[in-house]
C-alpha cells in the first residue's frame, strides 16, 4: 500500500474512517455521495482548471499514476506542470502546479483551493498546510528543488465585471513559512499514519464520535457503533457543542444511548429539555397563545413564498462574486382567505444567462402589493433579496418592501411553540412537514435543495438531452410547489391547532 495525500488527510481527522476507506471500502461507500458532496468534487476541478489560467501553456500529465512523465518535465525544467505526480516507497501524491522558478533554479508550487477565505480561515489554513506539507516531504524524498508553496484561493472581496479577471478571483498566498513551522511534525505523522493504515487488522477501541454531536458523525459511524440507538443522545439539539453534557451522557451508559433513556434530572437547556420530553412522554408540547399571537401578525392575503438557487464558486455573472447564489427559481402559494384553496403561480428560468432582472420582474407580477410573506428560514431568502438589490439598485424599494413583509414560519418550530417527536430536534421543513401532514418529499423525483441546485445547473450547462431537460424542470416546478404547499399547510395545521 502507498498512503495517499487524501487518505492521509482522511487519517489526521480520524485514522479509523482512513483505515475503513482503504481496507473496507464498501463500508465507506456503503452511503453514496450526496448530490452537494458531489457537487464539491466538481467545483473543486472547475476551479483547479480555472486556476491553470494564471500559468498558462503548461503541460498536463493526464494518467493521475504516470510518474515516469512527470521525473522528465521534472528533469526538462518545463516551465509550467499541472497536475504532476510523485510516489515514495510509503507515499504517493498528485500536486495541482509547478512553476519553474529560473532565477533560483527549483519550483514553486501551487496548492489550488476552492474555498474562500471567509468562514473557518484558521481551521481551514491548518489542513492546507498539512496538505502542502505532506507534499513537501514526498518532494524532498524524490529531490525536487522546492522553492515557496503556495496556497491558491477565491478571493471572497472579488466582484466580476465584465470578464473574469483571474489576478482578482484568486488570490496566492505564500504558506511556506506555515509550511516550514509543522514540517517535522507531519513528516512523522506520516510515518505513524502509515504503519496504522498498511495493517490488514481493523483498528479496536471506541469510536471518538460517541462524545460529538450527530452532525460530526462518518458514514461509517453505525457499521462503529452497531449498539446506538437511531434517535439517540447525540441527536438533542446542539448537544455537540456541549462537550461537556455529552461526555456525561455517555458515561451514564444508557441503554442504547436513547434519548428516551436521558434522567428527568440530567441539566439540558429548555430547549434541549423539551425535546427529551416530549421523545419520552410521546406527548407534543403546544404553546397555543405564543402561536396565536404569532399567526394574529400575519396579514391576508398570505403569499407563501419559496427560492431556489445555485451558489457558483466561478461567479458566472458580472455583479456576482465566489459562491454568491444565483436564484433561479420560485413559487408562490396566495391564501386570500383561511377558507379556500391557495392559488399557485411560479417562476423558473432556465437560460445560462443571467437570471436577476426576469426573477425580479415575475415577483414583482405575481406577488400582491399588500399583505404577509411567509417563508421558511427567512435569512436565506432575504439574504437573496438583499443581493439582488445590490446587484440590481433600480428595484431597491420593491425588494426592500418585499422583505419588510416576511414573516418566519420556521419560528413557530425555532422558539418551541410546538414540539413533537417527529421533528427529532430539527426544524428543518423536511422533517416538520411529514410530521404534520400526510404530504411528504418521497414521492417526487427532486427531494431537496442541493438536488434542485445541481439539476438546475445541469440544465443550464447542457448536460442533459432536451427530452431529459423538460423533465428535470418539471421535476423542478413540483419540489418548489412542494415546499410553499407545506408552508401553507403547516399554516393551516396551526391554525387548526389554535
Ligand atoms: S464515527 Fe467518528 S470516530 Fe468513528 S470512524 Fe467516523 S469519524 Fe472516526
Redo the contacts with the bound molecule.
Keep these: 500500500m502507498k498512503l495517499s495525500k487524501t487518505n492521509y488527510l482522511i487519517y489526521q ?5 482512513a483505515w ?1 476507506k482503504i481496507h473496507k471500502p464498501e463500508v465507506y461507500k456503503s452511503q453514496p455521495l450526496s448530490e452537494f458532496e458531489m457537487m464539491i468534487i466538481e467545483t473543486g476541478n472547475d476551479v483547479d482548471t480555472l486556476a491553470r489560467g494564471l500559468f498558462p501553456n503548461g503541460v498536463l500529465v493526464e494518467d493521475r499514476d504516470d510518474t515516469e512523465l512527470t521525473k522528465s518535465l521534472i528533469e526538462k525544467k518545463t516551465p509550467v506542470i499541472y497536475q504532476p505526480v510523485f510516489e515514495t516507497e510509503k507515499f504517493k501524491m498528485i500536486s495541482d502546479i509547478f512553476v519553474w522558478n529560473s532565477e533560483v533554479g527549483a519550483y514553486d508550487v501551487y496548492e489550488v483551493k476552492a474555498s474562500n477565505s471567509g468562514e473557518n480561515k484558521k481551521a481551514k489554513d491548518e489542513i492546507y498546510s498539512n496538505d502542502l506539507a505532506f507534499q513537501y516531504v514526498v518532494l524532498k524524498e524524490n529531490n525536487i528543488p522546492i522553492n515557496k508553496l503556495y496556497l491558491v484561493r477565491l478571493n471572497k472581496e472579488y466582484i466580476r465585471a465584465g470578464d473574469i479577471d483571474l489576478n482578482g478571483l484568486l488570490t496566492k498566498e505564500d504558506f511556506t513559512d506555515k509550511v516550514n513551522g509543522i514540517i517535522d511534525a507531519v513528516s512523522s505523522d506520516m510515518d505513524s499514519a502509515f504503519g496504522v493504515l498498511s495493517q490488514t487488522e481493523e483498528p479496536h477501541g471506541e ?4 462524545t ?1 454531536g450527530r452532525s ?6 453505525k457499521y ?2 452497531p449498539d446506538v440507538s437511531d434517535y439517540s443522545i447525540h441527536d438533542i439539539a446542539r448537544i455537540g457543542l456541549s462537550k461537556k453534557k455529552l461526555e456525561d451522557l455517555v458515561d451514564m451508559n444508557l441503554e442504547k444511548f436513547s434519548i428516551l433513556e436521558v434522567p428527568e434530572d440530567f441539566e439540558l437547556s429548555d430547549i434541549q429539555k423539551n425535546q427529551v420530553q416530549v421523545a419520552q412522554i410521546d406527548k407534543k408540547l403546544i404553546d397555543k397563545n405564543a402561536i396565536s399571537e404569532f399567526l394574529e401578525t400575519i396579514k391576508y392575503p398570505i403569499s407563501f413564498l419559496d427560492y431556489e438557487t445555485f451558489p457558483s464558486a466561478i461567479p458566472r455573472f458580472s455583479g456576482y462574486g465566489p459562491f454568491n447564489q444565483i436564484p433561479f427559481q420560485f413559487s408562490l402559494h396566495i391564501a386570500s382567505e383561511e377558507s379556500i384553496e391557495p392559488a399557485h403561480s411560479e417562476f423558473i428560468f432556465s437560460e445560462s444567462t443571467k437570471p436577476d432582472i426576469e426573477f425580479i420582474e415575475a415577483l414583482q407580477k405575481q406577488l400582491p402589493k399588500t399583505g404577509s410573506i411567509i417563508v421558511w428560514n427567512k435569512s436565506f431568502e432575504m439574504g437573496i433579496n438583499n443581493k439582488l438589490v445590490e446587484r440590481n439598485p433600480e428595484y431597491k424599494d420593491f425588494l426592500e418592501n418585499l422583505n419588510s413583509k416576511v414573516v418566519d414560519l420556521e419560528d413557530v418550530f425555532k422558539k418551541q411553540m410546538y414540539v413533537h417527536k417527529g421533528f427529532k430536534g430539527k426544524t428543518s421543513i423536511k422533517f416538520v412537514l411529514p410530521t404534520l401532514s400526510d404530504l411528504s418529499y418521497k414521492e417526487l423525483g427532486i427531494q431537496n435543495g442541493a438536488v434542485a441546485s445541481d439539476t438546475w445547473n445541469k440544465i443550464v450547462t447542457d448536460q442533459y438531452s432536451e427530452t431529459d431537460k423538460q423533465t428535470q424542470i418539471q421535476d423542478l416546478l413540483k419540489y418548489c410547489k412542494l415546499d410553499t404547499y407545506a408552508m401553507y399547510a403547516i399554516w393551516k395545521h396551526l391554525l387548526s391547532v389554535i
Design positions: 481527522d480520524c485514522g479509523k474512517n475503513l469510536c471518538k464520535c460517541i460529538r460530526s458523525h462518518c458514514t461509517t459511524f462503529s457503533n
